[in-house]
């Protein structure tokens, strides 16, 4: 069993208008290290998930789980 971490830091970025580049240089990482931390390919440590939770001023619950989280068009909105 693998240990994926997903999260929504691309989303956030896009929310905010945030190149990866802007948030590596915010948090002291290589920009390379965003791009694999969006795909899955790398899990943050603790202290790099906090960080990323306090520049984007969110908890870590929001911006990480251990199950994929439900895409956007998926839940039901009744008008």
């Known amino acids: 069993m693998s ?3 997903y999260n929504r830091i691309a989303m956030l970025r ?7 580049r802007q948030l590596a240089e915010a ?6 290290t965003i791009g694999y ?3 899955g390919e790398y899990s943050p440590s603790l202290y790099l998930a906090l960080r990323i939770a306090e520049f984007f ?3 870590v619950e ?3 789980s251990t ?3 439900p895409r956007l068009g ?5 008008a």
Do not use: M, N, W
């Not at 896009?14 to 990866?20: L, P, V």
């Not at 998926?74 to 009744?78: L, Q, V």
């Open 3 to 5: 240990e994926v971490v």
């Open 14 to 20: 896009a929310e905010r208008s945030i190149s990866r």
């Open 27 to 32: 948090l002291g990482v290589h920009y390379q």
């Open 37 to 39: 931390l969006e795909r």
């Open 57 to 59: 001023e969110v908890s």
């Open 62 to 64: 929001v911006l990480f």
């Open 67 to 69: 199950k994929p989280f």
């Open 74 to 78: 998926d839940t039901e909105c009744s």
